[in-house]
């Protein structure tokens, strides 16, 4: 059964930097395209970045110079670096995972991941 449980959400001032993991298990890490996204509250969950399964990477426009996804296979394990944070990247962060395009994400579609984390809260203040 496949799981994701993210990790290393806080709050931080303007300007400061966190660092987000995901702990994967349950299947063949390495095959899988992996996502982050976010929601904040009364809006709809958007896709920040993405990697397949090559190390192919891509990101939100929004987020472009400031975030870097990156993923340890051995480790089982996706992050997402994450500087120069604005307050309104403030929002519940999660990753997601999924296989049924062979390991290529194509899209930042929520939909078009099948496996999800449960979710940590990010908070920027300004």
């Known amino acids: 059964q496949v799981q994701l449980v993210e990790s290393g959400g806080g709050a931080v001032q303007a300007g400061g930097s966190l660092r987000l993991s995901c702990a994967a298990s349950g299947y063949t890490y390495s095959r899988y395209c992996m996502g982050w996204f976010r929601q904040a509250p009364g809006k709809e969950r958007e896709g920040v970045a993405r990697?397949?399964?090559?190390?192919?990477?891509r990101y939100a426009d929004s987020v472009k110079g400031r975030f870097t996804i990156s993923k340890d296979n051995p480790k089982n394990t996706l992050y997402l670096q994450m500087n120069s944070l604005k307050p309104e990247d403030t929002a519940m962060y999660y990753c997601?995972?999924?296989?049924?395009?062979?390991?290529?994400?194509?899209?930042?579609?929520?939909?078009?991941?099948?496996?999800w984390g449960q979710g940590t809260q990010v908070t920027v203040s300004s």
């Open positions: 990697i397949d399964k090559d190390g192919t990477t």
């Open positions: 997601a995972a999924d296989a049924s395009r062979g390991g290529y994400c194509y899209t930042f579609l929520p939909r078009t991941f099948g496996y």
